[in-house]
């Protein structure tokens, strides 16, 4: 199977898109296997919780907060995955009445916009980071500038997809299983 960067009418990528595509590929899969961690951190972190609770009526003081945690990095991790193959909620009544290429061409500038939103979120987010990094959670002896770092992280993720989207670049498949040559097992 070809992918959609060699499909027919697409020119395969140069050395520049090639390294640029690489690199949001290992960011992906490192991403997708985060966002797997966190799911399952937090899944298993409520069933014990739940257990401790009523079957030995004890309870882990910080099993809430270390929950939300969780429940924030998997949300803000996954995030950039939705970006990445366009899901996300939109009303496009307007737009479809416009020809293919001036849609094309608006989706473009979309991307653009939307890529100066994310740059702007991910200048904010440091100077959160920095601003809660002295601040520790309430039953963890951890920063809570955790919070604003996956927020952090799903900025600048988005951002290289958007600039991807911008640009017309066609991301390579970064499921596991997938091959670089977009294939999917």
């Not at 992918?3 to 140069?14: D, H, K, L, V």
């Not at 066609?170 to 999917?184: D, F, I, M, Q, R």
């Amino acid at each position: 199977m070809r992918s959609a960067a060699t499909g027919p009418g697409a020119s395969a990528p140069g050395p520049t898109r090639r390294r640029f595509l690489m690199a949001l590929l290992a960011i992906d899969r490192t991403s997708y296997y985060a966002v797997i961690l966190s799911m399952g951190l937090m899944t298993l972190l409520v069933s014990v919780q739940v257990f401790a609770r009523y079957v030995l009526s004890s309870s882990i003081d910080s099993a809430t907060e270390l929950a939300r945690l969780f429940f924030v990095w998997t949300i803000f991790l996954a995030i950039p995955h939705g970006i990445k193959i366009g899901i996300h909620v939109g009303i496009d009544a307007l737009v479809g009445v416009f020809p293919e290429n001036f849609q094309k061409q608006l989706a473009r500038l979309m991307a653009l916009v939307s890529a100066l939103l994310m740059a702007i979120l991910f200048w904010l987010a440091i100077g959160a980071v920095a601003d809660k990094w002295q601040q520790l959670m309430p039953t963890v002896p951890v920063a809570a500038a955790v919070f604003y770092i996956a927020v952090l992280i799903c900025a600048g993720h988005s951002l290289l997809h958007l600039i991807a989207q911008a640009l017309q670049v066609e991301p390579l498949p970064s499921a596991p299983g997938a091959s670089v040559e977009g294939e999917t097992s």
